[in-house]
């Protein structure tokens, strides 16, 4: 989406090149972020007013309708010229890299509904730069991700979660997520499955049994700890979710989709990372074994955690992140699972051009291959 705003001041301070002094525009810029992320590119751009004469027109336009008592937008179908004009400026910018490859054919699409630590950032009562920073960026719910594609036969829309965490029912009101073909689960920790009893809202409205795939492990660990939930005594709409567990050995298939579960090194649990197509995603890792990294070769977008840069027994640093996105040579790569010691215009500037840090709202296309 491309911004014209005939504030250059606006212009600055959105695109946070320029800090925000005035406390009382604060809350301003964080509701502009708010919206902004959900676009999967947006860019702003400074146009004088007297250029700028249709776009005042069209506020004139929402102004009046909303005094008389009707919604207070109007929308309207960018002009040809107004569209490659976008298509240069996003050019120029790096993030556009994230989504170049992106075109008709792109299938698949990422969305990070969440990109913190086990915690979250901010975490509860701590008074560190990044827990107190005001860049929506830096505000991150426990990590998942929202995958979307359409049906090759029917062109049917499908979607499904990747480790349904704590913040899976805020997560999936902010991002829209009103049906799932089913939930991968990356591993048993808590910040990665303290959500499957939100499931329930989808298998209560599609009343259907949900799928809920993991590895041999922490299959097992699932069906003792929501054993209420999978061992298929209870019909959908019943008010506990309606799971059926399915292991991946090492691939298992959702509407017709395969998701491959390729073993990481996190701690002393099973864990495993996902690929389906030329997309993998990998959190939690400590680290990646030889036999897993040729399972990994050829992609396109690698979504892969970093913890922090000090190291962590059972966590990546961002040094060793990089290392292993290095050794596999996706395409592109995106870091997640990100903790309060990482700022993220401060981490965001220190990473190689196909390598981006994730935040909340984040969408990222993956073409077929
Ligand atoms: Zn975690
Ligand atoms: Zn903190
Ligand atoms: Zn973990």
Redesign the pocket.
């Known amino acids: 989406m491309l911004l014209l705003l005939d504030s250059k001041l606006v212009v600055e301070q959105i695109s946070a090149r320029w800090k925000v002094r005035d406390a009382k525009l604060a809350p301003y810029r964080d509701e502009a972020h708010a919206l902004l992320v959900r676009f999967s590119q947006w860019s702003a751009r400074h146009v004088p007013r007297e250029q700028n004469g249709r776009a005042d027109a069209l506020a004139n336009e929402a102004l009046d309708r909303a005094l008389i008592g009707g919604p207070a937008w109007v929308t309207r179908r960018p002009e040809p010229a107004v569209s490659s004009g976008t298509k240069s400026a996003a050019a120029a910018d790096s993030a556009a890299l994230l989504h170049e490859s992106a075109s008709a054919r792109a299938a698949t699409r990422v969305t990070f509904m969440g990109c913190g630590a ?1 915690r979250g950032v901010p975490r509860v009562g701590c008074r560190c730069a990044v827990c107190l920073s005001r860049d929506l960026r830096n505000h991150r719910t426990r990590s998942a991700a929202l995958v979307e594609w359409s049906d090759a036969a029917s062109g049917a829309a499908r979607a499904i979660v990747i480790d349904p965490g704590m913040d899976l029912r805020d997560q999936a009101l902010r991002f829209g997520v009103d049906r799932l073909d089913g939930a991968l689960v990356t ?1 048993i ?1 808590v ?2 499955t303290g959500g499957i009893d939100e499931l329930r809202a989808y298998t209560d409205a599609q009343d259907e049994v949900l799928l809920l795939g993991a590895g041999p492990g922490t299959a097992a660990e699932l069906r003792q700890r929501w054993e209420y939930a999978v061992d298929g005594r209870t019909a959908p709409g019943h008010g506990i979710p309606a799971l059926r567990i399915e292991v991946a050995e090492p691939t298992l298939q959702i509407a017709g989709r395969p998701f491959e579960a390729i073993p990481i090194v ?2 002393k649990r099973e ?1 495993h990372g996902w690929r389906s197509g030329a997309f993998a995603y990998l959190t ?1 890792v400590a680290s990646v074994t030889a036999a897993s990294r040729a399972r990994l070769q050829g992609l396109d977008l690698l979504v892969v955690s970093a913890l922090r840069d000090l190291p962590h027994p ?1 966590h990546q640093t961002v040094d060793e992140a990089l290392e292993l996105i290095a050794a596999l040579a996706p395409a592109r790569a995106v870091l997640t699972h990100l903790d309060h010691d990482l700022d993220y215009e401060e981490l965001a500037g220190r990473l190689p051009a196909n390598v981006f840090a994730a935040f909340d709202g984040l969408v990222v296309a993956v073409p077929s291959r």
């Open positions: 086990s591993h920790h910040d990665h996190h701690g864990a939690d059972t």
